[in-house]
T-cell receptor
Framework: GESVGLHLPTLSVQEGDNSIINCAYS??????FIWYKQESGKGPQFIID?????DKRQGQRVTVLLNKTVKHLSLQIAATQPGDSAVYFC???????????FGPGTRLSVLP | EPEVTQTPSHQVTQMGQEVILRCVPI?????FYWYRQILGQKVEFLVS????????KSEIFDDQFSVERPDGSNFTLKIRSTKLEDSAMYFC?????????????FGPGTRLTVT
């Protein structure tokens, strides 16, 4: 699992609690955002996306909130489970539509 | 469930050598991508590819890099003369469409070590 960062911000939550992971994006021209989950030794896995014409989108146990005014994105995970332990990245599409810019990532640790 | 595959999982090469990293995207996908992740750093976009040509590339993707879709299934990244700083995890991804959902499916990555 050396593909993920060694000095990432870490969020530790108790199993069953809700988790909130935050991301500040940089480009006001971005109109599409994705949250990815990266488990140790694996590639990023799509979790949920949101377009800039929305401020909230819900999936299964996950909710993404978008605040364009302050260029902030958050991922909420309900009833966090041990399998949610991973590094979470937000990504924005920037000026060119497909050149996704990834954030630095947050490591989520779920405590038993 | 269909998945993106990559080979090899780990490649060790000497500085100055050429390497080819291979990817098999999901079969009905039309857009293909390469990303890299240097140890301890974030995922960085390298290039996107559609209809047998590069559609976007980043500043990282200089003349030392090239991509190719040599047949109907493989998508390759070639680094012509590797440098120490090319050591990273390289991820291939593919997506079905561009105009709608951009959901990109990532492969497991190839760890490139340049010595």
């Amino acid at each position: 699992g050396e593909s993920v960062g060694l000095h990432l911000p870490t969020l530790s939550v108790q199993e069953g609690d809700n988790s909130i992971i935050n991301c500040a994006y940089s480009n006001s021209a971005s109109d599409y955002f994705i949250w990815y989950k990266q488990e140790s030794g694996k590639g990023p896995q799509f979790i949920i996306d949101i377009r800039s014409n929305m401020d909230k989108r819900q999936g299964q146990r996950v909710t993404v909130l978008l605040n364009k005014t302050v260029k902030h994105l958050s991922l909420q995970i309900a009833a966090t489970q041990p399998g949610d332990s991973a590094v979470y990245f937000c990504a924005e599409n920037g000026d060119y539509g497909q050149n996704f810019v990834f954030g630095p990532g947050t490591r989520l640790s779920v405590l038993p | 469930e269909p998945e993106v595959t990559q080979t090899p999982s780990h490649q060790v090469t000497q500085m100055g050598q050429e390497v080819i990293l291979r990817c098999v995207p999901i079969s009905n996908h039309l857009y293909f991508y390469w990303y890299r992740q240097i140890l301890g750093q974030k995922v960085e976009f390298l290039v996107s590819f559609y209809n047998n040509e590069i559609s976007e590339k980043s500043e990282i993707f200089d003349d030392q890099f090239s991509v190719e879709r040599p047949d109907g299934s493989n998508f390759t990244l070639k680094i012509r003369s590797t440098k120490l700083e090319d050591s990273a995890m390289y991820f291939c991804a593919s997506s079905l469409s561009r105009g709608g959902v951009y959901e990109q499916y990532f492969g497991p990555g190839t760890r490139l070590t340049v010595t």
